[in-house]
């Protein structure tokens, strides 16, 4: 069962409650950091009434990294989302040789900025396409 979470300029995010995961989809090509804590802030009110273990950001329209969304993303927004069981991600990149080096750097940014946040806490992976995003198995 699907249900619309939200459908914006910005991102298209919809509930899989059969499968206990919540897609969000970004739309444009940049998404101001307000706007993302808002889509993000929506999701996780979702979340906390609703527990999901798996969650797919879909970037392939980006064009455009945004480091503080994503360490805020990180830091703050998985970090409170893991107290309700959402530890798996998936993640869909443009596909841009310098989009994905951006997300390179900004990983290794955080782990320097912020030791206190820990990626093996969380299954992630970076996948090509919506239906291995969708079919990928939760390591528990």
Same mark, same amino acid.
């Given at each position: ?16 409650? &059969? ?18 804590? &808002? ?18 950001? &879909?970037? *392939? ?33 443009? =596909? ?21 946040? *820990?990626?093996?806490?969380? &299954? ?6 919506? =239906? ?9």
């Amino acid at each position: 069962m699907q249900q619309i979470l939200a459908d914006n300029k910005y991102a298209q995010v919809v509930a899989h409650t &059969d499968i206990s995961t919540v897609v969000c989809t970004l739309k444009t090509d940049y998404v101001p950091m307000k706007d993302f804590q &808002d889509i993000f802030v929506q999701i996780g009110d979702y979340i906390k009434a609703n527990p999901m273990q798996k969650m797919i950001l &879909d970037k *392939r329209n980006l064009k455009v990294f945004h480091q503080a969304s994503m360490v805020w993303y990180h830091v703050e927004w998985k970090q409170e989302m893991k107290q309700y069981g959402l530890v798996a991600y998936r993640k869909l990149l443009p =596909d841009d040789a310098f989009f994905r080096k951006a997300v390179e750097i900004a990983r290794k940014n955080i782990l320097k900025e912020h030791p206190e946040f *820990r990626f093996e806490d969380f &299954d992630i992976r970076y996948c090509e396409t919506m =239906d291995e995003a969708l079919q990928s198995e939760i390591n528990a």
